[in-house]
Structure formats: C-alpha cells, structure tokens
C-alpha cells in the first residue's frame, strides 16, 4: 500500500466501529448505549458475544439488571449463527448510529 492508501485506510477505520472497538469504550458511553438499545436486542447480542464483550456491559450494568439480562440469554437458547450475525450487526449499527449523534 501507498502512503496515501495507509493513510485512507486509518481515516476509513476511524469512522468506523467494530465489536472489538466496545472493548476500549468508556462506561459512560456504554451505559448511554445501554440505555439506548431495547433490552431484547441487547440480550441476543450479549448471547452471541464472547465473554470479554458480555462482562465489559455487564460492568456498567447493576446487579440485578446483571442477573435478568442472564437469565435471558439463558432462557433464549442457542441461536443460529446467522442469527448471531443479525444481532451483532443489529446492535453495531445502534451503536454507530448513536457515536455518530454524539460528535
């Protein structure tokens, strides 16, 4: 790649979020997320995320919202992975969307 390709691509990936982006997200913006995406889209997203995403929400939610939000996954079973698919997407562009209204 060109300097001027490099250069694109880090302008491109700084308008852009990825799943691996709510990781290095402050919990003020993710509880403001949380606040925004209706409760079944985040449980269908947290079940089809890993454990480092599900604790890093869980880590601005209370105990009890916590405790309902995995009694939830559990009680939604095991989705396809096209349906994992659909609510990562579903919840990323959510989340884009409210990053976007913020700058």
Request: aromatic share 4%; charged share 30%.
């Amino acid at each position: 790649l060109t300097t001027s390709d490099k250069q694109t691509a880090e302008e491109i990936r700084n308008q852009v979020f990825f799943l691996d982006d709510i990781l290095e997200t402050g919990d003020d913006v993710l509880e403001d997320i949380v606040g925004k995406i209706g409760n079944g889209k985040l449980v269908r997203f947290l079940a089809s995320t890993g454990s480092e995403i599900r604790n890093k929400f869980f880590g601005v939610l209370t105990t009890r919202a916590t405790s309902i939000i995995t009694e939830d996954m559990e009680n939604l079973g095991e989705l396809t992975s096209a349906e994992q698919v659909e609510a990562i997407n579903n919840v990323l562009n959510e989340i884009r969307s409210i990053l976007n209204l913020k700058e």
